[in-house]
């Protein structure tokens, strides 16, 4: 298992930009395909992007594509998000997961969750 904890939410009006960050430990990191979901009030936790193993490969919701880039640094564990032109619709609590052996968008194939960080865009 990998323990995960998200940072760098916070408040920010429509068009502007911020960076997540997932620290991880208790496992090897290099290990796990890394991805990030959001849920905002009411909606089901929906996929944002995802990141392969080495850092090589990624792929994100078309709503995100373009304005939001995922990368991971394996040496620090840590997985980043950086989200620009920020509009309200991308309002909600972001988390990030962790999956060994698959590379895959559904939320349910992903045992390792962070406890998420809120982002919160004003228009």
């Known amino acids: 298992q990998v323990q995960l904890v998200e940072s760098g939410g916070g408040l920010v009006q429509a068009g502007g930009s911020l960076r997540l960050s997932c620290a991880a430990s208790?496992?090897?990191?290099?290990?796990?395909?890394m991805a990030w979901f959001r849920q905002a009030p009411g909606k089901d936790r929906e996929f944002v992007a995802i990141?392969?193993?080495?850092?090589?490969?990624?792929s994100y919701a078309d709503s995100v594509k373009g304005r939001f880039t995922i990368s991971r640094d394996n040496a620090k564990t840590t997985l980043y998000l950086q989200m620009s032109n920020l509009q309200p619709e991308d309002t909600a609590v972001y988390y990030c997961?962790?999956?060994?052996?698959?590379?895959?968008?559904?939320?349910?194939?992903?045992?390792?969750w962070g406890q998420g960080t809120q982002v919160t865009v004003s228009s």
């Open positions: 997961a962790a999956a060994r052996g698959i590379f895959v968008t559904s939320p349910d194939l992903y045992d390792n």
């Open positions: 990141i392969n193993r080495i850092g090589d490969t990624t």
């Open positions: 208790g496992s090897t990191f290099s290990r796990y395909t």
